[in-house]
C-alpha cells in the first residue's frame, strides 16, 4: 500500500497538496469512518478496511482548489462542480499510487460509474448518506441503516435522486452517469 494511501487510512491524514477546508475535511473523515464500518460489515478484511477508510479521507482532498488548478489535473470533460475527483486522483497518480481501484473510486464518486467495484459504489453511498451532511437527515439515515445489505438497491435510490437534482437544475448529465444508472436499473 502507498504510503499516502497508508496514512490517509490509518491516520487520517492528507497529502501536503490537500486543499480543502476543516469542514469538508471533518466531513472526508465521516465518509472515512463509515467506509471503514461498512467494509467490516461486508467482511473485508482488515488490512483492506484501510483502504477504504482511505478513500473517503482523500475523495475531496481538492475540493477546495481554484477551477484553474482543477481543470489542468482533471482534464476536459469534468465539469466545474465535480473536477475535484478526477483532478485528486490524478494528483495520487502522480505521487505513485497505483491503486486503480482505489484511484476510480475517487475520481467517479460525485457522478458513477458502471464499471465501479464495491470500494467506488460504497464511496458514493458514503459521501452522500454520512450523518453530517443537513439535508434530508431523517430519509438519508433511514437509508443509511440499510447499508451495508442492501448496498445495490441504496445505490439506485442515491444515483437517482442525484441525476433528478441534475436534471431539475437542467444540467447536463455525463454518460458514465447515465451508464451507471442503466447498469443499476436495466435488465
Request: hydrophobic share 40%.
Amino acid at each position: 500500500m502507498h504510503t499516502l494511501v497508508e496514512r490517509a487510512g490509518s491516520a487520517a491524514e492528507l497529502p501536503d497538496w490537500a486543499r480543502c477546508g476543516q469542514k469538508r475535511y471533518a466531513h472526508s473523515v465521516r465518509v472515512g469512518d463509515l467506509l471503514e464500518t461498512w467494509a467490516a460489515g461486508l467482511g473485508v478484511p482488515e488490512g483492506e478496511r484501510m483502504r477504504w477508510r482511505a478513500a473517503g479521507v482523500l475523495h475531496d482532498a481538492l475540493k477546495d482548489a481554484s477551477d484553474e488548478d482543477l481543470r489542468a489535473l482533471a482534464g476536459d470533460g469534468w465539469p466545474d462542480p465535480v473536477a475535484h475527483a478526477p483532478a485528486c486522483a490524478a494528483r495520487l497518480r502522480a505521487d505513485g499510487v497505483e491503486d486503480d481501484s482505489l484511484l476510480n473510486a475517487i475520481a467517479y464518486h460525485p457522478v458513477g460509474h458502471p464499471d465501479l467495484d464495491d470500494l467506488g459504489k460504497y464511496l458514493i453511498l458514503a459521501d452522500y448518506l454520512e450523518p453530517g451532511r443537513d439535508f434530508q437527515s431523517v430519509e438519508r439515515a433511514s437509508l443509511r441503516d440499510r447499508l451495508p445489505a442492501d448496498g445495490d438497491d441504496v445505490l439506485a435510490v442515491v444515483v437517482g435522486q442525484r441525476l433528478t437534482r441534475l436534471l431539475e437544475k437542467r444540467r447536463p448529465l455525463m454518460k458514465c452517469s447515465v451508464d451507471s444508472w442503466n447498469q443499476l436499473v436495466g435488465p
